[in-house]
Each structure stands twice: as structure tokens, then as C-alpha cells.
């Protein structure tokens, strides 16, 4: 098994945030095999962390937290004879050192536990002979927090776990230029499912709640979790998906909470106007002039159509042709 920490929270403006908003983003991280979430001082104090023993021990079980920040001993006196009150959980402090330097100048002996940030550009070097002097290097926990402004860090990081690298920090949905989280889970379940435990189908669910908490929405065609990547349009791409799904489909949109849908529109061909009309009678001249009007009404409204406007045009086309016959 490898770790997976999430950072998506240290970089949230969480002033507007609720804490059971808070608490559901967490159970959804952990549950799509978030090993740990990071977190900030200011955040520990909205999360609604259940007030008995009993209650914290069975709503964390393996769960683990730890600070982004090093907060002051909770159990250290404010003065001659006052101790604070014990707590009922404590958070594990971060001892993992940023650092965004040359490989070569890591010093086992001044820290054991490292996150290596940056290495934007890896892809584009020998990045196997980095890997392997990174775990060569002698320290204890090395994290890897590869940058994404050169959009690689997805295979930066998929590298990393399958070279032999025990630990990844991600953001969910590229947050703050991290590894995006759902594109490293989503790559290690078709590649190395060994390596994690959790269920992605929360992906959707995770994807909304993220909408909400950071108060903009999700790319629609954004890998893995967009609410469009499953919708298919093109005749020739339909035609594939109908006849054998996995032409097109690296995994089932159920796998992170999605459905394939077809739609029509301006690309559409026969086999989809069939599918979507159920009409397998359908002679090849109206289906010829239903898509002609199909192409023209979409052009014009610059969208798909609903399967409601499809049944009416339809209807309309057909009842145009059989007047047209009639007379």
C-alpha cells in the first residue's frame, strides 16, 4: 500500500464553510482511498469532531489528520499551577520538510521525513536516475509533491508510486497546481489496484461538494470526474460504444459515479437517432431528413438537443413527410 495525502483543504478560503460541510469532504476523501488529509490550524477548529471518546475513536478509525503547521503542546501549562485540559484526540504534527531543491543536496542527516516539491519540467529529464537517486538518498519518508503547471504531474506522479515511492500529496481536481487526486487514484486502479483501497464511485458526490465549497465549477470535460466525459455524440463513436463499450470507455462511468449518455446533436448519425428514438423500423430517408433538421435546430441553438425536443422534431419531421406523400 502507498500514501496518499490530500492538501486540497490547506489552500481553501474556509470562512464560509460549514463543519459538517467540512466533515462530509473528508469522509468522501477518505472513503476514495485518501490515506491522510492535511490540514491547517484554522481548519481543525471548524471540523465537528464527535464530542466523546467513544464516538472520535469509532468516527476516525484508520483515518489519519495531520497539521500543515506545528501547533503549540496542548497539554503545556499557561502558567505556574494551570494545565490545559487533556483533549480527546490529537492531531499528528507535519514533520515532513518542504523542500524545492536539486536532488543531489538532499542530507539524510538533517532531516528524515521530506516532501520534494517542484520538478515541473521531470518528464522532460531522466527522471527513472531521479527516482532512483530519491530512494537512494537514505531518508526515512520522502513525499513527492510534483508541480502541474506543465501538466504532467499526473505521470510524474504515477512514475513516482510505480518506481518504488511510498508516499504522494495531491489536490483534488488540480487544486492549487498539486497532482490532480482522482486522476492518481483512477491511474493506480487500472494499473496497480494493489497499491490502494477505496471506492471512486464518491467521485461525483466529491466533485459537487467541491463546486460548493470552492464556489466554482468543475471543467465539464475535466479526466476522471467531468459531468460530460461519458456523453457521446459523434455516429462513428456511438456506433463503437453500442457494439463494445471498452473502444472508447477506459472504465465504466459507474466506476467514479458517472453514466454514458448519448446525445444528439450536430456530429450525430443514424445510430444514435436510433437508439435515442427506440425505432428500429425507422426507414433510412426519415431518419436522413430527422437528422438534417436535427443538425440545423442544434447549429442554431448552439447546444444538444433534449430527448423531449428530439420526440417533437421527430414527430414534426415525420408528419411534414407523410402530408408531403399524401399530397
Known amino acids: 500500500m502507498v500514501t496518499i495525502i490530500d492538501r486540497t483543504l490547506t489552500t481553501f478560503n474556509t470562512s464560509g464553510m460549514t463543519g459538517r460541510d467540512l466533515n462530509h469532504f473528508c469522509d468522501l476523501l477518505f472513503t476514495c482511498g485518501v490515506t491522510k488529509i492535511e490540514l491547517t490550524p484554522e481548519l481543525v477548529d471548524r471540523l465537528n469532531f464527535p464530542v466523546t471518546?467513544?464516538?472520535?475513536?469509532?468516527?476516525?478509525?484508520?483515518?489519519?489528520?495531520?497539521?500543515?503547521?506545528?501547533?503549540?503542546?496542548?497539554l503545556a501549562s499557561d502558567g505556574p499551577g494551570i494545565k490545559k485540559p487533556k483533549p480527546l484526540w490529537r492531531l499528528e504534527p507535519n514533520e515532513l520538510?518542504?523542500?524545492?531543491?536539486?536532488?543531489s543536496k538532499l542530507n539524510p542527516r538533517t532531516h528524515q521525513k521530506i516532501r520534494i516539491t517542484g520538478l515541473e519540467d521531470l518528464m522532460t529529464r531522466d527522471y527513472p536516475a531521479v527516482f532512483k537517486a530519491l530512494l537512494n538518498s537514505g531518508i526515512d519518508t520522502l513525499d513527492l509533491c510534483p508541480g502541474n503547471q506543465q501538466h504532467c504531474a499526473t505521470a510524474i506522479?504515477?512514475?513516482?508510486?510505480?518506481a518504488?515511492?511510498?508516499s504522494i500529496s495531491c489536490g483534488f481536481t488540480n487544486h492549487h497546481h498539486f497532482?490532480?487526486?482522482?486522476?492518481?487514484?483512477?491511474?493506480l486502479k487500472l494499473s496497480r489496484p494493489d497499491l490502494i483501497t477505496g471506492d471512486l464511485s464518491v467521485l461525483s458526490e466529491l466533485r459537487d461538494l467541491y463546486e460548493k465549497l470552492a464556489g466554482q465549477p468543475v471543467n465539464k470535460m475535466k479526466a476522471i470526474i467531468g459531468t460530460d466525459i461519458f456523453k457521446v455524440e459523434s455516429g462513428i463513436h456511438v456506433d463503437g460504444v453500442l457494439k463494445?463499450?471498452?473502444?472508447?470507455?477506459?472504465?465504466?462511468?459507474q466506476t467514479v459515479g458517472n453514466q454514458r449518455e448519448i446525445v444528439l446533436g450536430k456530429h450525430s448519425g443514424r445510430q444514435s437517432l436510433l437508439y435515442k428514438l427506440n425505432d428500429s423500423e425507422l426507414s433510412e430517408s426519415a431518419a436522413h431528413s430527422i437528422l438534417k433538421h436535427i443538425k440545423s435546430r442544434c447549429t442554431q441553438l448552439g447546444r444538444n438537443l433534449?430527448?423531449?425536443e428530439l420526440r417533437i422534431l421527430a414527430s414534426e419531421v415525420q408528419n411534414d413527410k407523410q402530408t408531403e406523400i399524401y399530397c
Open 53 to 74: 471518546a467513544a464516538g472520535l475513536k469509532q468516527w476516525l478509525g484508520g483515518r489519519r489528520f495531520f497539521l500543515s503547521q506545528i501547533l503549540p503542546d496542548p
Open 97 to 103: 520538510v518542504e523542500k524545492n531543491i536539486p536532488v
Open 157 to 162: 506522479a504515477l512514475e513516482w508510486l510505480l
Open 164 to 166: 518504488g515511492g511510498q
Open 179 to 187: 497532482p490532480p487526486l482522482e486522476e492518481v487514484l483512477m491511474g
Open 244 to 253: 463494445n463499450p471498452h473502444i472508447y470507455e477506459p472504465f465504466n462511468p
Open 306 to 308: 433534449s430527448d423531449r
